[in-house]
């Protein structure tokens, strides 16, 4: 159990669709399949997330951050 852990799931039920399927069927399976140790009261209140709010967030991330993402030009050396 560990903050990082749990950023590490969220992170993973926003941006991974495939895991966000899995998570929501077997949350413990899905878990320990992405190496991630989550407690049973982490993965209730992941579980408690709707999936619907997770998709439009990742669409939303896609659309606006990701989309919009450039590049700082680095100094000539």
Do not use: N
Request: charged content about 25%; hydrophobic content about 45%; overall charge negative.
């Amino acid at each position: 159990m560990s903050r990082q852990a749990m950023e590490q799931a969220l992170g993973k039920l926003v941006m991974d669709v495939a895991f966000r399927d899995a998570f929501f069927r077997d949350p413990t399976a899905a878990s320990l399949a992405a190496g991630l140790e989550l407690t049973d009261e982490e993965r209730g209140a992941l579980g408690r997330i709707r999936p619907g709010a997770l998709a439009a967030f990742q669409r939303y991330v896609d659309g606006r951050w990701i989309g919009t993402w450039h590049e700082e030009p680095r100094a000539s050396a």
